[in-house]
Structures are given as C-alpha cells and as structure tokens.
C-alpha cells in the first residue's frame, strides 16, 4: 500500500509555470506506475501524464503534450508534474495516482488533491 501527498499548487497567471510534487510513503514507491489527474469544478476527472516505474516510458493526455512534464524520482519517492505555459483552462485540482499499468484508468490508490489555478 502507499499514501500520497500533493504539494505545489497555487495560482499564476496564464503563460506561468509550476512544479506540483507527489510525496509517497510505502516501501514500494518504486513497483508503481504514478499518474497525475485533474478535475476541474463541474467536469469529471480528466487523465493528464502517467510515468512507468523506471522513468523510462511516459503517456501523456494530448492536452497538456509539448507543456506538462512528469518525473519521477524513485530514491526520494516523488513523482513530479513540471506546468508551463499554462491556460486558464489548466485550471483543476490536480491529484497523483498509483497504479500498476502504464495506462489513463484503474489506478489503486489517490492523494487529496492540490489546487492549481490559472488566471487570464
């Protein structure tokens, strides 16, 4: 089992940056595949990156393709989100996810959430 915090969030203006980072406890923080997701006010939660194991492959949502990167940092047990160029549309509580595929759905286990918003 592993427990998740985000951390990162806060408010930018539109064309900013942001690093959102995922604290995991657990000694096997490494067995996992680690997603970020968002869910902005009235919509369903969206996929956004997802990382394997070892770094080595990355599935990105198309929406945040060429702006958001995910890494992973196994020996600290973090896995990030680097946000740049950011829209307004970005606007979301961005959650980091555990599972053991390398896919956009059926992750075991969720953190709270951190707020990122984006203003015009």
């Known amino acids: 089992q592993v427990q998740l915090v985000e951390s990162g969030g806060g408010l930018v203006q539109a064309g900013g940056s942001l690093r959102l980072s995922c604290a995991a406890s657990?000694?096997?923080?490494?067995?996992?595949?680690m997603g970020w997701f968002r869910q902005a006010p009235g919509k369903e939660r969206e996929f956004v990156d997802a990382i394997s194991r070892n770094g080595g492959s990355i599935l990105s949502s198309d929406s945040v393709k060429g702006r958001f990167t995910i890494s992973r940092d196994n020996s600290e047990k973090k896995v990030y989100l680097q946000m740049n160029s950011l829209r307004p549309e970005d606007t979301a509580v961005y959650y980091c996810a555990a599972g053991r595929l390398l896919i956009k759905e059926r992750y075991d286990y969720w953190g709270q959430g951190t707020q990122v918003t984006v203003s015009s």
């Open positions: 657990g000694r096997t923080f490494s067995s996992y595949v």
